[in-house]
Every structure is written in C-alpha cells, then in structure tokens.
DNA sequence: TATGAATGAGCATTCATTCAT
DNA sequence: AATGAATGAATGCTCATTCAT
C-alpha cells in the first residue's frame, strides 16, 4: 500500500522550500538540489511535483503573491485611513518573513527583464493589486476617509509605488531600513498622497 | 609596436556592449559569447579586459549607475522644483536608453540579494545618489522653492522611492507605463512630497 | 528504491580507470572524459564520485601508493634476505601493471613540485614505506640474515633509493630495462647494502 | 638599425628564464607569459626565438642537462675514487642550483611518459652521461683505485640509479634531505658499490 | 511514491599562437 | 626585433533532467 501523501500540500511544502532558499541565496545560487535539501526531499522528489524549475520558481513567486493578496484582502475591511496605510505597510520587509518574502519578489523582477512569461504573470498580480488597492479607496472615499478629489486609481498606483520603492530599498539595505524607519517613511509619503477630505 | 588600442576605451565599449545584452535578454540569459557578439569581440578578448564574467558584470552596473548619477549632478543646477521633478524623471524608464538601463538596474537587485559584495556596491551608489538629491533640495529650500518644514534627507529618500517604485514598475510592464504616465504619476506624487513654501 | 550502487567500489573503479588512462598518455595528457571513457561512464558520472579533476588524480596516486604499500607489508613475513629483495622488486617496474604504476607514479613527482600539498601526500607514502622496510631489516638482523651494523634507517633509504633510481629509470627507457636485468641490477646494489653477517 | 642581438645569447636568458619558473611552479603551472615575465619579454619575443611552448621546454630540459655533463666531464680528471663520489653529489640537489634543476628534471620524468620523443630525448641524455661514468670507472680500475672485479657499465648504471633515487627523493622532501644528508647516503652506497682493490 | 545515479548540454575560463604595427 | 591585442580551440565543471529500481 502506498504512503498517503497530501499531493497538494507536499507541493506547497516545497514551493515554501524554495522560497526559503531562494530568499536566503539568490534566485542564481539556488540549485534544485537546494531546495530539495530543504524540503527534505531529492531532486526527484521535486519532478515528481514540478514539471520542472521554472514551474518550481513559480510556485515560490505565487507563494510570496498570494501572501501580499491576502494582507491585502484583510485590510479592504478597514474603516480608517491611517489602518490602511499601517496594514499596507505590513507586506513591507518589516519582519523576517516580509524581509524573505521580497528578496524573493525582487528576484523575479530582473527573471520577468527576460522572460516575457514571466512578466506577464508579474503584471496579472499587480492588476489585482491596483484593483483591490483602487477599491479600497473608493470605499473609503465614501466613508469621509480619504477626500472625493483623488483619484482612486491613480492613488492605487501611487501606494504601489511607494511600497516597491520601500520594499526594494529596504531589501537591499536592510541595515538601515528597520521596520520603524520604514513604516515612518511609508506613513510621510502616504498621507499626503491620500490626503482626508 | 603592437596595434594602438585605447584599453580603457575598449574596457568601455564592452561594457557598453554588456549593458546592451543584459537590457536586452536578462542578466540570467547573458552569456560571455553574447556580450563578445555584441562588442564585436571574442570571449577571450573580454578576458583580455575583464578578470572573469563577475568584474564584465560589474561594469555594466557602474555603467548605468554612472549615467543616472550623471543626471543627478546636471540638475543640481535646477533653480526650480518643477524642473528638478522633470530632470528627475528623465532617470526612469521614459525613452529606449533609460528602459535599457532599467532593466540591468533590476538586474543587480536580485543578484545583491544573494551576493554581499555587490549589496554594498549598490548601497554606495544609493548614498551618492540619496546625498546628491538631498543636497539639491536644500539649495531649492534657501532659494524660496521647497517649503522649509521639509527635512532634506527624508523627502531624498522619497524622491528615491517615487522613481525605484515606477521605474520598477514600468521595466515590468512598459506597455501600460508610457513616458507620459511615468511623468505624470512622478509629479502627481512628488508635488505634495516637495511642497512650495 | 534507485539502483543499487556500491559507492565505495564505483569510486575505486574510476581510480583505476584513471591509473590506466594516465599511465597510457601521461598526467598532462589525461582529460576528465579520457578517464570517463575508460570507466564507461561520463565526466558527469566522474564529478559524481569525486570534488573535481584533482580529487581523481590524487585517487589515482593512492591506488598506486596502496598497491606498493600493500607489496611492502607481504614482504614483512620473510624470514630471509635474497627473498627481501626479490618481493622488493616486485614493485619495479617488472610486469605490465608495475609499468603502468611506475608510470602514474613519475607523474606525481612532477607535480608535486608545484603543489606543495601533493608533495606532503607524497611525503606520507615514503615515510611510511620507509617505517615498514626499516622494521624488515630489523627483524632480519634479530634473525642473523643482515650484518647488525647496518643503520635499519639508513639501509631502508637505500633500498627506497635503489627502487626509485631504477623505477625512474627503467620506466623512461622500458625497452633496455627488461625485468631481468631490472631484478639483476637491484641485487647487485642491494646485496652490498644489506649484507648477511 | 636594428638592435644588435646576440641571438644565442637571449635564446639562453630565456631557456634559462624557463628552467627558473618551471623550478618553481611546477611546469604544469608554466605558462608562457610566466617565462616571458621573468625573461623580462613578452610572449611575442619568446615566439620569435622558439618554435613554440614545447621547443622552449626542451631547451629548459636541454639546460640542466648540460650542467650534469658539464659536472661529469669535470669529474673525468679525478685521479681517485671517493673524489669521483663527491663530484657526482654535485650534481644532486645540494645547493639552491641543483634543487632548482632537479625540479625541472623531474617535471621531464612525467612528460616522457606520455611523450615518445621526448623520452627519446631523455634517453640520449642518459646514454652520454652513462657512457661517461663507465668511462672513469674504467679510468679508475686502470689506476688501481676500483677493483677490477666491476663491470663499468653495470657500475655506471649503480651510479646513475643513486644519483636518480636520492634527486628524486631529495627533490620532494628537501626539509628532510639537507645536503650533508644527500652526501652521506650517496657516500654509504657508493663506496660498497665501487670497491677498492 | 521516492530515490539518487547517470547523463550531457551549456558555459566560463585558460592559454598557446598569430599578426598588425 | 619586439609588442601585446586578439583569437578560438580545448576543457573542467555545473546542474536540470531522466530513469531504473
């Protein structure tokens, strides 16, 4: 009789492998081997679940996504302008995980330079981004929150902004981005930009 | 007496040709050869020039950080926050030399993630960047442009975050970041970072 | 359950294809798929078993060095001078595998001049054979084969001194050392430097 | 006007140039550029005085060999046995010179395997010197100094395999073989080998 | 399912050799 | 004669992928 394998949930165990190496090394430095190691697994482990790297690569990207969609998911029930911001500055390199999470991001910026694929996808999350970014704006515009002359999306595309401009210049300095200095500068640059009626 | 060659010229040329190759394919499909076609060399004249494919590397990013440091100097002399807002975009992705250089910048922050040497590199140029801006915004503050209840090094920073953020998400989706829109967005965010006194 | 393969022996095979292989065309000679030809195998195999090209050579210099070694300690069981000599010249270049040892072995001595911990590996061999030829000739003169005033040192050093002079020498000319004046040639000297009391 | 050039004469600065790198990176590591550096040339003038890398290591051999005959020819006037014993350990490692061109003779040990005419070469070599040593002890017996009871040739032969097995030796372990050592062990087994009448 | 041995294409790197000046 | 830039073949090494067990 075979092990009773979870398929779905050993294909997310190593997605989150991957993840862990590729935010530890680099997205060039990570071999399959690495994340088989990681995974506790073997490389033919890993074809068994992946079709094969680059689907592996994906999983890991989707990882990261689906994390910044759900902080984002939770925050569209906020009431209050300074909530959404201090949420959205939860999906910024502020702890290990977020730190983790967008080197991870970042690797997939310069993959998507050269793989058309790939950006494509990228593009797919930021649309769902802005939309949900957009619609929380909205929400709050009605609520009094945020004042009726801005423009929803164009606000949408300014807290992008702000947060990859934070979230690459943290990452790659971490030293001298700690959380607070981050969320500091996320708040001075969001407030005005979203400014209450 | 051999044939006359300027080294350094040459040494620039490659580079040249390497920031070409990187734009064009990603700095993961790069390979020695491709730089060598480009440059109308051999890898082994790259040898020649270049201690190893690192060192090739690692003058295609001086090259493009030079070329943006290079604009940061020339609108020191801005007597004007609305001038100073537009040189600054000319550093983002807005014509085919500066999506070029976008796409190798991109490049380098994923490869920093996994090699401290080159972090501390693309930290230097960030600090030569950041004090630069800071410096021009002090002299915008005496001259009467920039509100003095701003603090220079923190609306630096800002400036910094507005153009990593959309030059980042423009090199990824260029199709829906027009010149235009790049300049539109980096105004409608940075005239209320930079505000008139 | 992957094939089953004894690690072990799969590493020892390719060693041997390695002493083969050198032996045949000389250590500068000798690429990474030469040896995996040999081995039926690949350089891919090769890396599998070993670090790299070194790792594999310095096998090879052990799979000589044990079979010498291993000569020397049968030769510790004699009880009689001649037969002393006559095992000794066993590790001549006597046959068609001692030829091709010898030939492994020439090779190391070249580049353990420009590899200073070669030369260490190497120094470890002699020493040890030196230990066990010198303790032989003490137990030949407790049992009166061997005058008591020879130095067991000293006498050990000839022996390694009339191998090695005539191992180089009938390597590099096989065709005028035939394994009958090779052995003629070792008594000749050795009988003098070990003389009966 | 050209620059008058005592052709010869760069023709040995250079070999002498090679014997020197070889010596002291092992002639695996010699590259070209290497010997032109310590001729004070550049790779282009070694090309215009040799036919190539091989024809300038033969000439590196053909150096060193030249002093070992040049020693033995000396050796030729000696009127006395143990006078001959001590010109040969000249020729051994025993000073910076002798340590220097026995690394390069033992560099040339490997090279012959894997090279018919360069063991060819090497074999030409020990035919003069053998001849030459025969040719002395004949000398010898003639004057009363070596019993006549010696065969020449097979005592020359003795003579060459203790210069070889102690050069070898000495060559890779120096720290261990100092020159008073090399002296009495060659003494200890030449002595016994050359018997007085 | 899982293993890991084996494969082999791909690539950076080395370096002797050539040759224009 | 001498230079050294350029060439390009040679080769060790990496690593994703395959597959027999």
Not at 17 to 40: H, P, W
Not at 111 to 130: F, S
Request: net charge neutral.
């Amino acid at each position: 009789m075979p092990k009773i394998i979870d398929h779905k949930a050993r294909r997310h165990d190593i997605a989150k492998a991957a993840v862990s190496v590729i935010g530890e090394i680099g997205i060039e430095n990570t071999r399959l081997i690495d994340v088989a190691r990681e995974a506790k697994a073997t490389t033919g482990t890993i074809t068994h679940y992946f079709e094969g790297k680059d689907a592996l690569l994906l999983a890991a990207l989707d990882h990261v996504a689906q994390r910044i969609l759900r902080l984002m998911h939770k925050s569209s029930t906020t009431r209050n302008r300074d909530d959404l911001i201090d949420t959205a500055s939860l999906t910024l390199p502020v702890d290990d995980e977020g730190k983790r999470d967008w080197r991870v991001w970042l690797a997939f910026f310069s993959r998507a330079v050269g793989d058309p694929a790939l950006a494509r996808i990228n593009n797919a999350y930021y649309d769902e981004i802005k939309q949900g970014i957009s619609k929380i704006i909205r929400t709050l515009q009605k609520s009094g929150e945020i004042c009726m002359s801005v423009d929803p999306d164009e606000a949408a595309d300014s807290v992008i902004t702000v947060a990859d401009g934070l979230g690459v210049r943290a990452s790659l300095d971490p030293e001298n981005w700690p959380a607070e200095k981050i969320k500091r500068q996320m708040s001075a640059m969001l407030r005005p930009l979203l400014p209450k009626p």
